[in-house]
Nanobody
């Protein structure tokens, strides 16, 4: 089992920044890929970004490319999402997730473990 705990959400004005954290514990050696997803009210959960490999390769959804940066600190078993130039449409509950099989997909259903989520609200 892998346990994930997100933090760092909050209320910010449009154009502002937030940094989310995701702390992993448990069988962290089984983690191949870590990712961020978000879900707005009435919408499906959507992929935001993922990070994998020893070199920390990254991949982003087009909607956040150039504004968000995913990173990780392996010594702390923690992943981050730096969010800049935030827009009202970024408002959602943000979840971190783990893919233990390195499927490298944007499909939420292929991720094995999930955090409880953290709310991000961007006011206009």
């Amino acid at each position: 089992q892998v346990q994930l705990v997100e933090s760092g959400g909050g209320l910010v004005q449009a154009g502002g920044s937030l940094r989310l954290s995701c702390a992993a514990s448990g069988r962290t050696f089984s983690i191949s890929v870590m990712g961020w997803f978000r879900q707005a009210p009435g919408k499906e959960r959507e992929f935001v970004a993922r990070i994998w490999g020893s070199g920390g390769r990254t991949y982003y959804a087009n909607s956040v490319k150039g504004r968000f940066t995913i990173s990780r600190d392996n010594a702390k078993n923690t992943m981050y999402l730096q969010m800049n130039s935030l827009k009202p449409e970024d408002t959602a509950v943000y979840y971190c997730a783990v893919d233990t099989e390195a499927v490298l997909t944007t499909n939420a259903g292929r991720y094995d473990y999930w955090g409880q989520g953290t709310q991000v609200t961007v006011s206009s």
